[in-house]
């Protein structure tokens, strides 16, 4: 059976600076200095914070902000770094 988690994404063309998703879940977002949200890290949700993921995509003004469903699968995938090639 495989485990799904979360993970958000802010569309920053579509962000417009009203931080409502920071001030729901400061630990799933981050602002710059002109006060633009962004996901911390790569947007992974931890279980206890689903609720508050759906809360900042319910309160964002611009709907800026999606909630995709990521399989074990893919978080590996992308936990794992690139390969570089050998240089001769």
């Known amino acids: 059976m495989t485990h799904a988690s979360y993970r958000v994404?802010?569309?920053p063309d579509k962000?417009?600076?009203h931080n409502r998703c920071y001030s729901v879940s400061p630990e799933l977002f981050d602002l710059d200095d002109l006060g633009m949200s962004s996901e911390v890290g790569?947007?992974?949700v931890p279980a206890d914070l689903i609720g508050r993921a759906r809360l900042a995509v319910a309160n964002c003004?611009?709907?800026a902000i999606s909630l995709t469903e990521a399989t074990?699968?893919?978080e590996a995938a992308e936990?794992?770094?690139a390969r570089a090639e050998a240089q001769p």
């Open 9 to 11: 994404h802010v569309d």
């Open 42 to 44: 790569a947007g992974l």
């Open 79 to 81: 936990a794992v770094p």
């Open 15 to 17: 962000c417009q600076g």
């Open 72 to 74: 074990e699968a893919t």
């Open 61 to 63: 003004p611009e709907q």
